[in-house]
């Protein structure tokens, strides 16, 4: 950590100077590195898990709770392990997730809390139960020229680890602030500082990631915007050598109403690492598209590229491309919902050394059907989800239920 904190202080007085940039446009859509937990359904947000906003649409000003319960049978608990000849363990499991949230805005200001957290009991299989929480601040501006966030947050979470090939928990810690400004009716200016951290029991060590990114963005049509950045980053980790990185990169933006909305950036990482590790080149990127083609039915698009420090492989990094594309229909009162999911991975270790299993190919695949019930005080759903991951961690899971969300 103490080699950490020269570097934060330097980004951060680089920062402040700049918390007049970003854009004025589109809001960037939030395109994450997979985490390699499986999800399910009923147990993280509620509602939101299945895609369907019918519980917070209408959300304005103050408090708002909510509590999610769901039952459903798992082929693969643990999958498996993922080594070969291990056991697979199949169950069936109820969880019940309660959250709060809370919301003020003024005319320039706005604040906004929540909690939340999730239990898993699984009937024949007590020790794979799991619990998880999550808790964040944020707040921003917005005026005339200047828009500025910050959010902080922490979680905690269990459950089978596809990354780690293990039931593992972990705990994580987040904090970033996002500025724009804008310079005049075709330039703009956008920075962001951001902090993680995670770190768990016997599988997961600590890591850490310290990431600057600068960027204008030109007005070329009245839909989109381009225009180059610069990015510095910084990884470290209990069992990694360090990690520095400066990426180049371009950016867009585009909007049309709110029919079309875009994000991407796309750049090249020239890596230097600590002790022996040496340097490296590599592509990062990512593309958060939304397209919603009338109120009945639209698409989703996120793409990721990039490399993070792996806390489950002591002198790793884990470099990861993603695609997810979703597909949502309203049906009179009920909503469907489907996604596939590609992702590759592999495993390098700059210090040198072998991995087992450093390349794994993930392939996954969800849909539910929902619909608003109790005179859409809450929302019932039936939703499966199907996943396979070939490498030397191998498996393939099968996951259906049902949920229910309620919200008071």
Known sequence: MDSVLPRVLVV????????????????????????????????????????????????????????????FYDSNVTNGSGLPGSPEIDDTAFSVSP???????????????NLGGSYAAYFDNSNFNASSYRMGLSGGYKGAHLSVTGNVGMGHQEGA????????????????????YSISPKTSLRSS???????????????????FDLSALWKATPLLRVGPGIGWSYSDGARQVDRSAVRPSLNASYQLAKKVSMTTSLGVEFVEYGGVGGSDTTFSGSLGLNYQANAIWGLNLQFYSGTQADGYTPGAYRETTSVRLGYHHKIRRAMFN???????????????????????????????????VFSERAFGSLFYQWSDQDGVRSFQRNVVGVSLTSRF
């Open 12 to 71: 951060a007085a680089m920062a402040f100077p700049l918390t007049a940039l970003a854009q004025d446009f589109a809001e960037p859509i939030p395109v994450e590195a997979p985490s390699g937990f499986q999800e399910i359904p009923g147990t993280g947000s509620g509602a939101q898990d299945l895609g369907y906003d019918a519980l917070t649409r209408d959300f304005l000003d103050g408090l708002s709770y909510q509590i999610g319960t769901s039952l």
């Open 161 to 180: 680890n596809r990354y780690a090939g293990a039931y593992v928990e972990e705990d994580t810690f987040n904090a970033g602030i996002n500025a724009s």
């Open 193 to 211: 500082l951001t902090y993680s951290k995670r770190e768990g029991g016997a599988f997961v060590s600590e890591t850490e990631e310290t990431r």
């Open 99 to 113: 959250s709060i949230a809370y919301r003020t805005q003024g005319s320039e200001w706005w604040f906004a809390g």
């Open 338 to 372: 489907a996604g596939v999911r590609w992702e590759s991975s592999d495993l390098k270790r700059p210090a040198g050394g072998a991995i087992l299993g450093s390349s794994q190919d993930y392939f996954g695949f969800d849909a539910s059907l929902g619909i608003p």
